[in-house]
């Protein structure tokens, strides 16, 4: 088939008609159980997502401003490093060594019999071999 | 169409019987398109209706912009046919294609050649892809120049002229297979 006769073909079908029943129910339905939106509630819209727009740029630019990202991930997780005296940090770990050395020296002077851990033996005064003895004996008794 | 801008106008302003003048003269054209697209007169008839009905509720947003109404509508169709095939992928009996079965007037395919003829060209029709039934059904049967199939299709006037002549091309390719 040649291209003009295609085009022709495809111009003969300007003849489809909408059925007459459909295009008059149709109308009714449109144009009486819908409404068009008022003009105010899109240009409300309108002005509504233009303004949201401004105020989140507006967010983003302070927020730019006053330290961004970094200051999000720098609190409360890690501890601010900005502003530390380094000078203060050194002494007040200093005291704290001192202290611990302290207590160290204490351990060392405390005589080593008060750590020693109580004996079993209910009495002390009797001698170990002599309790073995005593013990041969009870058992030649049964 | 005489007078468009003026009842354009109107119906912005919320008047049903100028927007029911621009309904009757745009309902055939949008009921073709649409028609070819689905190929299945009941479901075209819907997604006219819910075309025109689209078109009613939001024309407070339609900026005319020197631009005929019609570009809007062709849109607001095309639209509308891509959501009907999202939402269910409707099955093509073969015989809905029938120019019969599409409504075309009989008196017009009166010899059998002709009938044969018209039917072998909606089926090629049917094996383009979206924008090109588009732009040749925009452009050969419905008469719209370059521009306003541009805009409907929301393409350049170049790009439709190269669509167009691929179309074209494709459809014959078709033609001469069968």
């Known amino acids: 088939m040649r291209e003009e006769n295609i085009i022709k073909h495809l111009s003969t079908l300007k003849s489809i008609q909408p059925d007459a029943d459909f295009a008059r129910s149709a109308r009714t339905t449109i144009l009486y159980r819908s409404e068009p939106r008022s003009v105010h509630s899109f240009g409300l819209r309108q002005s509504l997502s233009s303004t949201l727009s401004i105020g989140l740029v507006v967010m983003l630019f302070v927020f730019v401003a006053i330290g961004g990202v970094a200051s999000v991930l720098r609190t409360p997780i890690s501890p601010t490093l900005s502003g530390v005296d380094e000078a203060s940090l050194a002494s007040e770990a200093g005291s704290v060594n001192q202290t611990i050395d302290t207590h160290l020296k204490d351990v060392a002077y405390t005589p080593g019999d008060t750590n020693r851990l109580a004996m079993a033996a209910p009495d002390e005064s009797i001698n170990p071999d002599e309790e073995i003895d005593l013990l041969l004996t009870q058992a030649k008794g049964y | ?178």
Do not use: C
Not at chain 2, 105 to 129: C, H, M, P, Q, T
């Open chain 2, 1 to 178: 169409m005489e007078g468009e801008k003026n009842l354009v106008d109107k119906a912005r302003k919320g008047n049903s019987e100028a927007f029911g003048s621009l309904y009757d003269y745009y309902l055939p054209r949008i009921y073709r398109f649409v028609l070819f697209k689905v190929s299945h007169k009941q479901q075209a008839e819907d997604i006219t209706q819910h075309t025109f009905m689209k078109a009613w509720e939001n024309i407070g947003s339609y900026k005319p912009q020197g631009h005929p109404f019609g570009s809007w509508l062709y849109r607001i169709a095309r639209n509308s046919v891509i959501d009907h095939y999202r939402k269910d992928q409707p099955l093509i009996d073969i015989e809905e294609v029938a120019p019969e079965a599409l409504g075309i007037d009989n008196s017009l395919i009166s010899g059998l050649e002709i009938k044969l003829n018209l039917e072998k060209v909606l089926r090629a029709i049917r094996e383009l892809n979206q924008v090109e039934q588009d732009v040749l059904i925009m452009r050969f049967v419905e008469d719209l120049p370059h521009d306003e199939v541009a805009r409907a299709v929301q393409k350049s006037e170049n790009a439709v002229k190269v669509i167009q002549h691929r179309a074209l091309k494709k459809l014959k390719d078709n033609l001469s297979k069968r």
